[in-house]
């Protein structure tokens, strides 16, 4: 629902704030007043191209921001989480449109794209008149709105239809790998044949031979360095373990004496035999230590391939032993993609038969709806002066999607429906936006919207010209119809006719006057008396009679108490 509209330096005017409500509001005012820039001002906020000759002169930039409850608007709100914006109980749009052309869009404080803008707000208003947002005048939403008012479930349809969409797509993989199988897969074993050969089992094997291989390219330094090692350890005149035996039998005289200095004495009777140790383990280090040339060239030749194999497939050892798991499980599938073929169109048939199933009955289930449909608008337009028109509801297949049996479906099922109208006997339906005349158009809009109001997700109805070419008995149909539209829906209304005006349950009035050189345009809710008057300047024009004004306090009286129809 549209809570508040606030435009600044817009055409004629330079400051207005409304607030709006439940029920009707009526809009009045005199031709050329700028009832219609109002509208104007909300198709922006609702997504429409801007002009830059609507900023006021004057002014360097036009704005207008427009505040939209959202609790019932649970798509809109979805949306918006889509867009990666803020979600919240209301959305406030402000549109910026400067003078120099750069122009802005803000959803929830957020700058955002224009057609971020017009997805995000697709649904939270419907203009009916001569102004962008027509529904109705969409092909494309006729089946929605069908089905919404049918109460037609077509869940069903749509996972099946994904189901089916699934199978064809791995169809179309699996295919196409089997097609182009033979060249692929000499590829492929061409590829396996080199890094099965090499025998890659041992992810750490590249750095334990690299450990090896140091270790034989330095032999012949790593003997002489332990056999000096082994020496001054061991063997040489005055080595460590002669030292440390002259130290331990001095610290054991001291113990005889100082038994505070046992714990040194054990720690050195621990470093004689580890020095003993390390000297008998460096003497075997030394005597098994050769330099195996025909070893080293074993481990050389082995790091050669790991290098070579790691250029073409993977940075290390253990990347390159995955690159083969994986050449060997995509060889097995297109050795196997025969077998999986068959299986998938198997499944296949039985998902597109359910499919077909669930689809037809979709699809009688609409033609039986379509039927009400109609009938129940031919209705409403035989109140509204248009009972010679007729109401032709289209089917047709739907374009894309999957095909069973020969029957393409879409995930809303097998049908393309489209609304058409015959306005006058002896003409052909036609398909609604070729309609000519704007009054026409709105009384139908007006009847659809008085047979769909408790299913249409549109919180906000604008009728805009709904009242052209009639009066009398039609005025005052149109007007019950208004109120009962507004009993689902907030609906706002602008109008020339005090029949129209009189059902409100708001009103405002637009008045349009002269300061010095400028134009300015102003909108003015009326209070009962302010009401009156407006409504005898309506009856009677410029001459305001007690006569007219008593009309027009009939005419409200009988509007408060008028049931809807």
Known sequence: MLEALSIADFAIIDRLDLVLDRGLTVITGETGAGKSVLIYALDLVLGSRARTEVVRTGAEAAEVQAQFDLREAPDVQARLAEAGLAVEDRLIVRRIVARNGRHRVYLNGSLASLNTLASVAEGLVDISGQHAHHSLLRADVHLDLLDRVGGVERDGVEAAYRAVAAIDARIAEVDARRRQRAEREDFLRYQLKELQDARLEDPDEEETLEQEARRLRNSEKLRQAAGTAEDEL???????TDRLGRALR???????VDASLRPMLEELRQAQVLIEDAAHSL??????????????????????VFSRLRRKHGATLPEVIARKEALEAELAEIEGADDALDRLRLER??????????????????????RTFTAAVEAELADLAMGAARLAMTFGEVAGGVTVEGHPIGARGMDRVELLLSANPGEAPAPLGRIASGGELSRLMLAVKRVIAAADPVGTYIFDEVDTGVGGATAEAIGRKLKAVSQARQAICITHLPQIAALGDHHLH???????????SRVVPLDADARVEELARMLGGARITETTRANAAELLRLGAVSPAG
């Open 510 to 520: 637009v008045e349009k006057h002269v300061e010095g050189e400028r134009t300015f």
């Open 283 to 304: 003497g075997i280090y030394r005597r098994e230590l050769h330099a195996e040339p025909r070893r080293l060239e074993q481990i050389e030749s082995r790091l050669a």
């Open 234 to 240: 061991q063997q040489a005149d005055n080595a460590a």
């Open 250 to 256: 001095a610290v054991e005289r001291l113990v005889d």
């Open 349 to 370: 048939m039985a998902a597109g038969k359910t499919l077909l199933e669930l689809a037809r009955a979709v699809s009688t289930a609409r033609r039986a709806a379509a």
